[in-house]
């Protein structure tokens, strides 16, 4: 009895272990795969984590250590429309854009972010300088 509920509990871990849910971040919500014009974005733990880049926050900047987390991002120069969650030519982005996020909490009262903003310019301005 003993060595059938040994087998039985096998063989339930190994398939289970071919059914885990892929978990990629996308428009606030956990997809399994990226949608058309985007990639998965797989934190390293090496404190090289990039930012998105959106039609708000074109720049790209080194966010720090992150761990754990992936994410779908925009192909090549596309950048994310965060109202539609489509990746468009950063020169189609909507023109009527909301204001950052900061200046928002700034305006109500609340104490802005602690983080450490880098000070050395993102890979996408090393690229464009030649």
Not at 25 to 31: I, P, Q, R, T, Y
Request: aromatic letters at 8%; a positive charge.
């Amino acid at each position: 009895m003993k060595i059938c509920v040994a087998i039985l509990l096998s063989t339930i871990c190994f398939v289970n272990g071919f059914s885990t849910k892929r978990c990629l971040l996308f428009n606030k919500k956990c997809v399994s795969h990226c949608p058309r014009n985007m990639h998965p974005y797989h934190t390293r733990c090496d404190g090289e984590t990039m930012s998105q880049r959106t039609c708000d926050d074109p720049n790209i900047y080194v966010i720090g250590y992150t761990c754990g987390w992936s994410r779908c991002d925009c192909n090549a120069d596309l950048a994310l429309d965060e109202n539609t969650g489509d990746c468009v030519p950063y020169n189609s982005c909507p023109l009527d854009m909301p204001r950052a996020r900061g200046q928002r909490r700034q305006k109500f009262g609340m104490p802005s972010s602690k983080r450490v903003k880098p000070s050395f310019p993102d890979a996408f301005e090393r690229a464009s300088r030649g």
